[in-house]
């Protein structure tokens, strides 16, 4: 069996750090596919139109640089909801899921949609307040001028864009292990995910 790891959850809830450290505990790639819709995002907003972007995308795309500011953020949750978008990257995030020795994904439809066999699916959330707070620390440590107003009002747009959309809505999969961050640091997030992982591993490998 394909050891994956699939991580999905909304804006800022932390998964895209546990899924770091959870693949450098279990040694394994890690793919933030947030990348692919902020690349993107990107991509249209120089001009192209959203599904060539997405079909002529290319790993040296996916380089964080410029990927997290805000116009890019907003433009990657539109072209997300985009099924030719959508379809397009499905490939690029099997192949990177199918990779002999298994590999770490986060995202939003990853449990659902991109992996539906994972053998471990966590969905990490926190309240849009804890969330707002973390994403505005992050980007005023960046240099970003930005109120911690407007940033809770991205998050709630981007959450109701995720959640709502026709095309791999942002839902946990019933099988998801749910972890909400909120009220944890990120070792404690880390030990419970590691937890899952080991209780997966001890019942089914
Ligand atoms: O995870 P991150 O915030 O970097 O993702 C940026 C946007 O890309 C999200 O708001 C979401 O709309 C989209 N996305 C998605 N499916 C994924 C990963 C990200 O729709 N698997």
């Known amino acids: 069996m394909q050891f994956t790891i699939a991580i999905d ?28 819709y902020r690349a993107v995002g990107r991509m249209v907003l120089e001009g192209q139109t959203p599904e060539t ?3 002529r995308l290319q790993p040296n795309d996916l380089n964080p640089s410029g990927l997290y500011t ?3 953020t907003q433009q990657a949750s539109r072209v997300a909801e985009l099924a030719p978008v959508r379809a397009a990257l499905v490939d690029f995030q099997r192949d990177f899921a199918s990779q002999t020795g298994g590999a770490v994904l986060d995202g939003r439809d990853i449990g659902t949609v991109i992996c539906p066999q994972a053998a471990v699916k966590l969905f990490v959330t926190a309240r849009p307040e804890v969330r707002a707070e973390r994403r505005h620390r992050e ?15 991205d998050v709630y747009e981007r959450d109701y864009r995720d959640q709502n959309r026709v095309e791999a809505p942002l839902i946990a999969a019933p099988d998801a292990t749910m972890l ?25 490998l």
């Open 9 to 36: 959850g909304p804006a800022a809830a932390g998964k895209g750090t546990l899924a770091a450290q959870l693949a450098a505990y279990f040694s394994l790639p890690h793919l933030d596919t947030g990348l692919l």
């Open 53 to 55: 972007a997405a079909q």
């Open 70 to 72: 805000p116009a890019v």
């Open 139 to 153: 980007l005023i440590s960046g240099g970003t001028k930005i109120s911690y107003a407007q940033v809770l009002q």
């Open 180 to 204: 909400d961050t909120s009220d944890l640091s990120i070792e404690a997030v880390l030990e419970r995910a590691i937890i899952a992982v080991k209780q997966f591993s001890s019942d089914r």
